[in-house]
């Protein structure tokens, strides 16, 4: 859009819109019914007992179809600028995607760590095993990040001590 150029954007999302919808009708049928896609979903997400599971086709439509958007939008950035740098970000984009999956399986961990401990019969027991598998997640992604040297953790690291330096002068 800052290129006074709104066709290429607003076209490739028109065309993700309708990968979405189209992607939206197939995947509520076929997992709608008895199917090898439904049986390998239900199985991967343990869905196990669940009779309606095509809802699941929503979320999974938008995925690819943004996915999707992303790439091709990257793609006409790369042919329109030719003075950044695709393979920084993409390199930035792979080590976060590797800390999202990590904390995904440490946040998931804890929560089974935590059953050991923790009464899961009360609000209070189930809320303090969400809250302290998402501080753990967190904190994986966090040492993640830095020990793959992220600039983005190394900025966010020294805002925060910047930050935490003035409160403690003041």
Request: hydrophobic content about 55%.
């Amino acid at each position: 859009y800052a290129f006074h150029n709104t066709k290429t954007p607003v076209l490739i999302s028109l065309i993700s819109i309708i990968i979405n919808i189209i992607f939206s009708f197939i995947f509520i049928w076929s997992l709608g019914s008895s199917s090898i896609f439904s049986s390998f979903i239900s199985d991967i997400l343990k869905l196990k007992g669940i009779r309606e599971i095509a809802i699941l086709g929503l979320p999974l439509a938008f995925s690819i179809a943004n996915i999707f958007n992303f790439f091709v939008l990257l793609q006409a950035f790369n042919k329109k600028i030719d003075w950044w740098y695709p393979k920084y970000i993409l390199k930035s984009l792979a080590r976060i995607i590797l800390a999202t999956i990590l904390m995904g399986v440490a946040a998931y961990s804890f929560l089974y760590v935590l059953d050991l401990f923790l009464n899961t019969r009360t609000f209070i027991g189930i809320a303090l095993q969400g809250i302290l598998a998402a501080m753990g997640g967190i904190v994986v992604y966090c040492l993640v990040m830095f020990l793959l040297k992220s600039e983005e953790m190394k900025g966010i690291i020294r805002e925060v001590s910047s930050k935490i330096k003035s409160l403690l002068l003041k």
